[in-house]
């Protein structure tokens, strides 16, 4: 009797595809070296898996027509599957699908740990097809995807840039130590914000990205401060004065974050890290449909896996001396290594998902094989998802 196949997941990043689109719509021998891939992804019946950021990064990059001709090479592929559309099935996904079905998971369950959360998503993440009707589908997002792309070129290499820096070296502070200070007025608000401000233009002049003005980045450096000063006066309320503990109750309430899961140990890196994540939680909650945003209290961060990596690399990157762009979406494609037996990652964040694997027990039993390939050596993958 046939033995019973299984196919194996290959998560790619963008730039391995431009470098195998590259070639295979070459005149040249480098055509025949895509080809011969290609035909090795079909005998040991590999899938490549495509997610909505790999579309919306590329785009940052890329004129529309080299979007599409890029998309266009996966149909040379036998087989392939992209993230599931919670509220279009068939459609491209994106990170907010993975987590979606995570929180549904979860609930459904009503419990479990992350790996057992894994196990019931893993099923349903991915929609199956050939790579001719893949190839059409990723084509059809594009323009969708173009507007959102634009948005965040170029001020999105500041922006992405910036996220990365540890803003006034308050990461390590724990909110014990911020409650022990003494009343605060508008004033002291005003010069954080002003020490804000300089901080950040001088830190991204430091660390910024090449070609971009200084112009450009005094006025993301401005619209931090003010955005920041914005929050902290909202925090403040009516009264003439209040504590540094008052504002960090009402910016808690304000964030949605349950109180109860937080002492005098926490840090406010860590705290950053349940805002964001009860902000990503709300956007689950829209794409499911619920007549009410899930709390953390409901579904708690350590329950995700898509949330354990993603965070993972993010607070991994944001201590790294300078970030890169590209960044951004890679942590958001890292989060593929739980639901993928091979994901492939540029060297930077190999290097953070190695140290997450090295130092949290959970996350290394979630994530598969995680490679990285030098430029245009993408036929290496032959060789690394053995």
Same mark, same amino acid.
């Given at each position: 009797?046939?033995?019973?196949?299984?196919?194996?997941?290959?998560?790619?990043?963008?730039?391995?595809?431009?470098?195998?689109?590259?070639?295979?719509?070459?005149?040249?021998?480098?055509?025949?070296?895509?080809?011969?891939?290609?035909?090795?992804?079909?005998?040991?019946?590999?899938?490549?898996?495509?997610?909505?950021?790999?579309?919306?990064?590329?785009?940052?990059?890329?004129?529309?027509?080299?979007?599409?001709?890029?998309?266009?090479?996966?149909?040379?592929?036998?087989?392939?599957?992209?993230?599931?559309?919670?509220?279009?099935?068939?459609?491209?996904?994106?990170?907010?699908?993975?987590?979606?079905?995570?929180?549904?998971?979860?609930?459904?369950?009503?419990?479990?740990?992350?790996?057992?959360?894994?196990?019931?998503?893993?099923?349903?993440?991915?929609?199956?097809?050939?790579?001719?009707?893949?190839?059409?589908?990723?084509?059809?997002?594009?323009?969708?995807?173009?507007?959102?792309?634009?948005?965040?070129?170029?001020?999105?290499?500041?922006?992405?840039?910036?996220?990365?820096?540890?803003?006034?070296?308050?990461?390590?502070?724990?909110?014990?130590?911020?409650?022990?200070?003494?009343?605060?007025?508008?004033?002291?608000?005003?010069?954080?914000?002003?020490?804000?401000?300089?901080?950040?233009?001088?830190?991204?002049?430091?660390?910024?990205?090449?070609?971009?003005?200084?112009?450009?980045?005094?006025?993301?450096?401005?619209?931090?401060?003010?955005?920041?000063?914005?929050?902290?006066?909202?925090?403040?309320?009516?009264?003439?004065?209040?504590?540094?503990?008052?504002?960090?109750?009402?910016?808690?309430?304000?964030?949605?974050?349950?109180?109860?899961?937080?002492?005098?140990?926490?840090?406010?890196?860590?705290?950053?890290?349940?805002?964001?994540?009860?902000?990503?939680?709300?956007?689950?909650?829209?794409?499911?449909?619920?007549?009410?945003?899930?709390?953390?209290?409901?579904?708690?961060?350590?329950?995700?896996?898509?949330?354990?990596?993603?965070?993972?690399?993010?607070?991994?990157?944001?201590?790294?001396?300078?970030?890169?762009?590209?960044?951004?979406?890679?942590?958001?494609?890292? &989060?593929? *290594?739980?639901?993928?037996?091979?994901? !492939? %990652?540029?060297?930077?964040?190999?290097? =953070?998902?190695?140290? #997450? +694997? @090295?130092?949290? &027990?959970? *996350?290394?039993?979630?994530?598969?094989? !995680? %490679?990285?390939?030098?430029?245009?050596? =993408?036929?290496?993958? #032959? +060789? @690394?998802?053995?």
């Amino acid at each position: 009797m046939a033995s019973i196949i299984v196919p194996r997941l290959i998560a790619l990043d963008t730039s391995t595809i431009a470098d195998f689109a590259r070639d295979l719509n070459s005149p040249r021998g480098d055509r025949r070296r895509a080809e011969r891939f290609l035909a090795e992804f079909a005998a040991r019946a590999w899938v490549p898996v495509i997610s909505l950021e790999n579309i919306v990064e590329t785009l940052r990059y890329a004129e529309v027509a080299t979007v599409r001709d890029r998309l266009g090479a996966l149909a040379g592929f036998a087989q392939a599957a992209h993230v599931n559309s919670v509220r279009s099935p068939g459609s491209i996904g994106s990170i907010v699908d993975t987590l979606a079905r995570e929180v549904r998971a979860f609930l459904r369950n009503t419990g479990g740990d992350a790996l057992a959360v894994a196990r019931a998503v893993r099923g349903e993440l991915f929609a199956y097809t050939d790579g001719i009707t893949a190839a059409s589908r990723l084509r059809q997002v594009v323009e969708k995807a173009r507007p959102f792309a634009q948005h965040t070129q170029p001020a999105g290499e500041v922006v992405s840039s910036a996220q990365h820096l540890n803003i006034m070296g308050t990461d390590g502070v724990t909110l014990g130590s911020l409650c022990d200070e003494g009343p605060l007025d508008r004033a002291s608000i005003d010069r954080y914000c002003a020490k804000l401000r300089s901080h950040l233009q001088a830190t991204l002049r430091s660390r910024g990205v090449k070609g971009t003005d200084e112009g450009a980045l005094d006025a993301f450096a401005e619209r931090c401060a003010k955005d920041c000063r914005g929050k902290l006066l909202e925090a403040f309320g009516p009264d003439n004065s209040c504590t540094a503990a008052d504002m960090m109750a009402r910016l808690l309430q304000s964030g949605g974050i349950d109180a109860s899961q937080l002492s005098a140990g926490t840090t406010v890196g860590e705290l950053r890290i349940l805002w964001i994540y009860n902000r990503r939680l709300a956007e689950a909650s829209c794409v499911l449909g619920l007549p009410q945003p899930v709390t953390m209290r409901e579904v708690p961060i350590d329950k995700c896996p898509s949330q354990i990596v993603q965070n993972g690399v993010e607070s991994r990157r944001k201590s790294a001396p300078r970030a890169q762009a590209g960044d951004l979406f890679d942590a958001h494609l890292s &989060t593929l *290594a739980c639901y993928c037996d091979l994901t !492939v %990652v540029d060297k930077r964040t190999k290097e =953070y998902l190695r140290q #997450l +694997r @090295e130092h949290d &027990t959970t *996350a290394a039993r979630l994530m598969g094989k !995680v %490679v990285s390939l030098s430029s245009s050596r =993408y036929t290496d993958l #032959l +060789r @690394e998802a053995l």
